[in-house]
Protein backbone atom coordinates (compact mmCIF):
# COMPACT_ATOMS: atom_id res chain seq x y z
CA UNK A 1 0.00 0.00 0.00
CA UNK A 2 1.52 3.56 -1.10
CA UNK A 3 1.36 5.79 1.51
CA UNK A 4 2.02 9.48 1.60
CA UNK A 5 4.46 12.41 2.75
CA UNK A 6 4.55 16.23 3.44
CA UNK A 7 6.71 17.58 0.52
CA UNK A 8 6.13 21.40 0.91
CA UNK A 9 4.29 23.91 3.30
CA UNK A 10 2.39 27.45 2.50
CA UNK A 11 0.59 30.09 4.52
CA UNK A 12 -0.79 33.48 4.50
CA UNK A 13 -1.91 36.22 6.72
CA UNK A 14 -3.85 39.58 6.48
CA UNK A 15 -1.47 42.38 7.07
CA UNK A 16 -3.85 43.98 9.01
CA UNK A 17 -2.52 43.30 12.54
CA UNK A 18 -4.80 44.07 15.76
CA UNK A 19 -3.03 44.11 19.16
CA UNK A 20 -4.18 43.84 22.07
CA UNK A 21 -4.19 47.39 23.31
CA UNK A 22 -5.94 48.41 20.27
CA UNK A 23 -8.84 45.59 20.94
CA UNK A 24 -8.83 47.97 24.19
CA UNK A 25 -10.42 50.69 23.07
CA UNK A 26 -13.16 48.49 21.28
CA UNK A 27 -14.17 46.50 24.08
CA UNK A 28 -13.36 46.44 28.14
CA UNK A 29 -10.60 44.34 28.18
CA UNK A 30 -6.44 44.74 28.32
CA UNK A 31 -3.48 43.29 27.20
CA UNK A 32 -2.26 42.20 30.94
CA UNK A 33 -6.13 40.22 30.46
CA UNK A 34 -5.63 38.77 27.46
CA UNK A 35 -2.07 37.82 27.53
CA UNK A 36 -2.70 36.04 31.34
CA UNK A 37 -5.45 33.81 30.46
CA UNK A 38 -4.74 32.89 26.52
CA UNK A 39 -1.55 34.60 25.66
CA UNK A 40 -2.67 36.33 22.83
CA UNK A 41 0.03 39.26 21.92
CA UNK A 42 -2.06 40.54 18.74
CA UNK A 43 -3.71 38.49 16.06
CA UNK A 44 -4.26 39.44 11.96
CA UNK A 45 -7.59 40.45 10.20
CA UNK A 46 -8.60 40.10 6.77
CA UNK A 47 -10.11 42.87 5.32
CA UNK A 48 -13.71 42.85 3.90
CA UNK A 49 -12.34 41.77 0.33
CA UNK A 50 -9.58 39.13 1.36
CA UNK A 51 -12.14 36.24 1.02
CA UNK A 52 -12.13 32.50 2.32
CA UNK A 53 -11.11 31.07 -0.73
CA UNK A 54 -8.79 33.91 -1.70
CA UNK A 55 -6.89 33.43 1.35
CA UNK A 56 -6.64 29.85 1.04
CA UNK A 57 -5.18 29.90 -2.60
CA UNK A 58 -2.65 31.87 -1.85
CA UNK A 59 -1.61 29.51 1.30
CA UNK A 60 -1.87 26.87 -1.24
CA UNK A 61 -0.26 28.71 -4.46
CA UNK A 62 2.71 29.42 -2.15
CA UNK A 63 2.86 25.81 -0.98
CA UNK A 64 2.99 24.32 -4.28
CA UNK A 65 5.46 26.63 -5.69
CA UNK A 66 7.62 25.80 -2.21
CA UNK A 67 7.32 21.97 -3.61
CA UNK A 68 8.30 22.55 -7.05
CA UNK A 69 5.17 21.24 -8.75
CA UNK A 70 3.12 22.01 -11.58
CA UNK A 71 -0.31 23.04 -10.60
CA UNK A 72 -1.62 20.85 -13.26
CA UNK A 73 0.06 17.78 -11.02
CA UNK A 74 -2.81 18.16 -8.57
CA UNK A 75 -5.12 16.02 -8.62
CA UNK A 76 -7.02 16.41 -5.06
CA UNK A 77 -7.86 19.48 -3.32
CA UNK A 78 -9.63 19.70 0.01
CA UNK A 79 -10.08 22.46 2.13
CA UNK A 80 -10.58 22.66 6.10
CA UNK A 81 -12.91 25.64 7.16
CA UNK A 82 -16.17 26.60 9.27
CA UNK A 83 -16.13 30.06 8.10
CA UNK A 84 -17.24 30.00 4.34
CA UNK A 85 -20.34 32.17 3.54
CA UNK A 86 -21.29 30.13 0.28
CA UNK A 87 -22.91 26.68 0.56
CA UNK A 88 -22.27 26.42 -3.42
CA UNK A 89 -19.54 26.24 -5.03
CA UNK A 90 -17.31 25.04 -2.14
CA UNK A 91 -14.02 26.10 -1.27
CA UNK A 92 -11.90 24.05 -2.47
CA UNK A 93 -13.57 24.36 -6.35
CA UNK A 94 -12.56 28.06 -6.25
CA UNK A 95 -8.84 27.59 -5.27
CA UNK A 96 -9.20 25.19 -8.34
CA UNK A 97 -10.50 27.78 -10.42
CA UNK A 98 -8.19 30.25 -8.66
CA UNK A 99 -4.75 27.85 -9.00
CA UNK A 100 -5.76 26.42 -13.05
CA UNK A 101 -5.97 22.95 -12.00
CA UNK A 102 -6.90 20.31 -14.23
CA UNK A 103 -9.37 18.49 -13.28
CA UNK A 104 -9.03 17.31 -9.86
CA UNK A 105 -11.35 15.95 -6.86
CA UNK A 106 -12.75 19.49 -4.66
CA UNK A 107 -14.28 18.89 -1.52
CA UNK A 108 -14.26 21.41 1.41
CA UNK A 109 -14.29 19.43 5.30
CA UNK A 110 -16.18 20.70 8.69
CA UNK A 111 -14.52 20.10 11.98
CA UNK A 112 -14.18 23.42 12.68
CA UNK A 113 -10.74 23.98 14.64
CA UNK A 114 -9.74 19.97 14.08
CA UNK A 115 -10.04 20.33 10.52
CA UNK A 116 -6.83 20.47 9.28
CA UNK A 117 -5.88 17.39 10.92
CA UNK A 118 -9.16 15.52 9.54
CA UNK A 119 -7.80 16.78 6.34
CA UNK A 120 -4.83 15.68 5.72
CA UNK A 121 -5.59 12.10 7.43
CA UNK A 122 -8.25 12.51 4.43
CA UNK A 123 -6.07 12.69 1.82
CA UNK A 124 -3.49 10.39 3.17
CA UNK A 125 -6.36 7.87 2.58
CA UNK A 126 -7.12 8.75 -0.81
CA UNK A 127 -3.90 8.42 -1.54
CA UNK A 128 -2.94 5.15 0.25
CA UNK A 129 -6.31 3.80 -1.53
CA UNK A 130 -4.75 5.13 -4.89
CA UNK A 131 -7.75 7.76 -5.49
CA UNK A 132 -4.89 10.40 -5.60
CA UNK A 133 -1.51 11.03 -6.26
CA UNK A 134 -0.11 14.58 -5.59
CA UNK A 135 -2.99 16.82 -3.31
CA UNK A 136 -3.30 20.15 -1.71
CA UNK A 137 -4.64 20.35 1.94
CA UNK A 138 -5.92 23.40 3.08
CA UNK A 139 -7.09 25.08 6.07
CA UNK A 140 -8.76 28.27 6.24
CA UNK A 141 -10.82 30.75 8.44
CA UNK A 142 -11.97 34.04 8.39
CA UNK A 143 -13.64 33.96 12.10
CA UNK A 144 -13.57 37.91 12.01
CA UNK A 145 -16.83 37.61 9.92
CA UNK A 146 -18.37 35.67 12.60
CA UNK A 147 -17.26 37.31 15.59
CA UNK A 148 -19.45 39.79 18.33
CA UNK A 149 -16.78 42.57 18.48
CA UNK A 150 -18.37 43.20 21.69
CA UNK A 151 -17.98 40.31 23.34
CA UNK A 152 -14.70 40.12 25.09
CA UNK A 153 -14.44 35.98 25.94
CA UNK A 154 -14.27 35.53 21.85
CA UNK A 155 -13.35 38.78 20.27
CA UNK A 156 -9.94 38.08 21.76
CA UNK A 157 -9.00 35.07 20.71
CA UNK A 158 -10.14 34.94 16.98
CA UNK A 159 -7.80 35.72 13.74
CA UNK A 160 -7.79 35.51 10.23
CA UNK A 161 -5.34 33.76 7.88
CA UNK A 162 -4.70 29.77 5.76
CA UNK A 163 -2.26 27.72 6.08
CA UNK A 164 -1.61 24.63 3.29
CA UNK A 165 0.31 21.32 2.69
CA UNK A 166 1.61 19.50 0.15
CA UNK A 167 0.83 16.04 -0.47
CA UNK A 168 2.19 13.51 -2.40
CA UNK A 169 1.85 10.20 -2.48
CA UNK A 170 5.50 7.96 -0.92
CA UNK A 171 6.12 4.12 -2.39
CA UNK A 172 9.89 4.12 -0.03
CA UNK A 173 10.37 2.10 2.41
CA UNK A 174 11.52 4.47 5.28
CA UNK A 175 9.23 5.40 7.82
CA UNK A 176 5.51 6.43 6.70
CA UNK A 177 5.58 10.52 6.29
CA UNK A 178 2.07 10.63 7.00
CA UNK A 179 1.26 8.44 10.46
CA UNK A 180 -1.93 6.75 11.24
CA UNK A 181 -4.32 9.20 12.71
CA UNK A 182 -6.26 8.81 15.59
CA UNK A 183 -9.48 10.77 15.51
CA UNK A 184 -12.95 11.00 17.49
CA UNK A 185 -15.73 13.35 18.81
CA UNK A 186 -17.05 13.51 21.94
CA UNK A 187 -21.13 14.30 21.44
CA UNK A 188 -22.52 15.30 24.98
CA UNK A 189 -20.01 18.31 24.12
CA UNK A 190 -21.05 19.30 20.17
CA UNK A 191 -22.26 22.83 21.55
CA UNK A 192 -19.48 23.98 23.21
CA UNK A 193 -18.28 25.63 20.18
CA UNK A 194 -20.59 27.33 17.22
CA UNK A 195 -21.26 29.26 14.95
CA UNK A 196 -25.18 28.78 14.17
CA UNK A 197 -27.59 30.53 11.68
CA UNK A 198 -26.52 32.93 8.81
CA UNK A 199 -25.11 34.83 11.09
CA UNK A 200 -23.20 33.17 13.69
CA UNK A 201 -21.66 34.78 16.14
CA UNK A 202 -18.93 32.32 16.96
CA UNK A 203 -19.57 31.43 20.46
CA UNK A 204 -17.85 28.90 22.98
CA UNK A 205 -18.15 27.02 26.05
CA UNK A 206 -14.59 28.00 27.21
CA UNK A 207 -13.67 26.67 30.56
CA UNK A 208 -15.78 23.30 29.51
CA UNK A 209 -12.90 23.26 26.42
CA UNK A 210 -10.15 24.01 28.53
CA UNK A 211 -11.05 21.34 31.27
CA UNK A 212 -11.13 18.55 28.23
CA UNK A 213 -8.30 19.61 26.48
CA UNK A 214 -5.91 19.72 29.53
CA UNK A 215 -7.29 16.53 31.07
CA UNK A 216 -7.85 14.39 28.25
CA UNK A 217 -5.43 15.53 25.39
CA UNK A 218 -2.02 14.06 26.88
CA UNK A 219 -3.42 10.42 27.10
CA UNK A 220 -4.65 11.23 23.33
CA UNK A 221 -1.59 12.42 22.01
CA UNK A 222 0.47 9.65 23.74
CA UNK A 223 -1.94 7.53 21.93
CA UNK A 224 -0.75 9.02 18.45
CA UNK A 225 2.72 8.52 18.96
CA UNK A 226 1.95 5.01 20.30
CA UNK A 227 0.45 4.62 16.63
CA UNK A 228 3.54 6.04 15.10
CA UNK A 229 5.72 3.97 16.80
CA UNK A 230 7.16 6.39 18.61
CA UNK A 231 8.15 7.72 22.22
CA UNK A 232 7.45 11.21 23.23
CA UNK A 233 10.84 11.83 23.46
CA UNK A 234 11.37 10.91 20.33
CA UNK A 235 9.31 14.17 18.57
CA UNK A 236 11.27 17.13 16.83
CA UNK A 237 8.46 19.12 16.91
CA UNK A 238 4.68 19.71 18.97
CA UNK A 239 2.18 21.58 16.51
CA UNK A 240 -1.15 21.70 18.70
CA UNK A 241 -4.37 23.65 17.59
CA UNK A 242 -3.12 27.16 18.36
CA UNK A 243 -5.92 27.77 20.82
CA UNK A 244 -4.91 28.72 23.96
CA UNK A 245 -1.19 29.49 25.47
CA UNK A 246 -2.36 27.95 28.60
CA UNK A 247 -3.44 24.75 27.38
CA UNK A 248 -0.44 24.56 24.31
CA UNK A 249 2.16 24.76 27.10
CA UNK A 250 1.18 22.65 30.14
CA UNK A 251 0.69 19.82 27.62
CA UNK A 252 3.57 19.73 25.58
CA UNK A 253 5.37 19.12 29.22
CA UNK A 254 2.45 16.52 30.25
CA UNK A 255 3.59 14.43 26.98
CA UNK A 256 7.03 14.38 27.56
CA UNK A 257 7.78 16.01 24.35
CA UNK A 258 11.32 17.46 26.06
CA UNK A 259 13.06 17.10 23.22
CA UNK A 260 10.50 18.95 20.88
CA UNK A 261 10.32 22.40 19.11
CA UNK A 262 7.07 23.46 20.33
CA UNK A 263 4.71 25.63 18.04
CA UNK A 264 3.43 29.08 20.19
CA UNK A 265 1.99 30.81 17.09
CA UNK A 266 -0.79 31.45 19.14
CA UNK A 267 0.68 34.35 20.22
CA UNK A 268 1.02 36.22 17.06
CA UNK A 269 -1.42 35.01 15.28
CA UNK A 270 -4.57 34.09 17.63
CA UNK A 271 -6.66 31.67 17.01
CA UNK A 272 -7.15 30.83 13.27
CA UNK A 273 -9.18 27.31 13.94
CA UNK A 274 -9.11 24.89 11.03
CA UNK A 275 -5.72 27.31 9.96
CA UNK A 276 -3.62 27.36 12.98
CA UNK A 277 -1.88 24.25 12.78
CA UNK A 278 -0.70 24.47 8.83
CA UNK A 279 0.26 28.38 9.59
CA UNK A 280 2.45 27.51 12.62
CA UNK A 281 3.95 24.40 11.03
CA UNK A 282 4.65 26.71 8.01
CA UNK A 283 6.29 29.26 9.54
CA UNK A 284 8.77 26.85 11.83
CA UNK A 285 9.88 24.93 8.56
CA UNK A 286 10.48 28.65 7.12
CA UNK A 287 12.89 29.51 10.17
CA UNK A 288 13.74 26.05 9.81
CA UNK A 289 13.66 25.87 13.50
CA UNK A 290 12.91 21.98 12.99
CA UNK A 291 15.28 19.57 11.24
CA UNK A 292 13.69 17.88 7.72
CA UNK A 293 12.79 14.57 8.33
CA UNK A 294 12.19 15.40 12.41
CA UNK A 295 9.04 13.61 13.83
CA UNK A 296 6.13 16.33 14.42
CA UNK A 297 3.11 15.53 16.24
CA UNK A 298 -0.18 17.11 14.98
CA UNK A 299 -3.02 17.46 16.71
CA UNK A 300 -6.36 19.42 16.63
CA UNK A 301 -9.53 19.57 18.84
CA UNK A 302 -12.50 21.94 18.58
CA UNK A 303 -16.20 22.25 17.30
CA UNK A 304 -18.48 19.01 17.66
CA UNK A 305 -15.93 18.32 20.04
CA UNK A 306 -14.17 16.69 17.61
CA UNK A 307 -10.36 16.11 17.79
CA UNK A 308 -7.74 14.16 15.45
CA UNK A 309 -4.07 13.70 15.88
CA UNK A 310 -0.85 12.30 13.73
CA UNK A 311 2.78 12.15 13.47
CA UNK A 312 3.94 13.73 9.96
CA UNK A 313 7.74 13.42 8.94
CA UNK A 314 9.03 16.99 8.40
CA UNK A 315 9.76 18.38 4.43
Known amino acids: MTGSRVVALGHFQPERVLTNDELATMVETNDEWIRSRVGIRERRIAAPDESVDEMAWRAADKAIANAGLDVTEIDYVIVATCTAIDRSPNIAARVAARLGLGNPAAIDLNTACSGFAYALATADQAIRAGAAS ?65 EGPFAQEGLSVFRWATTQLPQI ?31 AKRLGAVNAVVAKDVVESGNTSAASIPIALSKLVEKREISSGAPVLLFGFGGGLTYAGQVIRCP
Open 134 to 198: KAIVIGVEKLSDWTDWTDRTTCVLIGDGAGAAVLVADESDDEPGVGPVVWGSVPEMSDAVRIEGR
Open 221 to 251: AQQVCEKAGLKPEELGGVVLHQANLRIIEPL
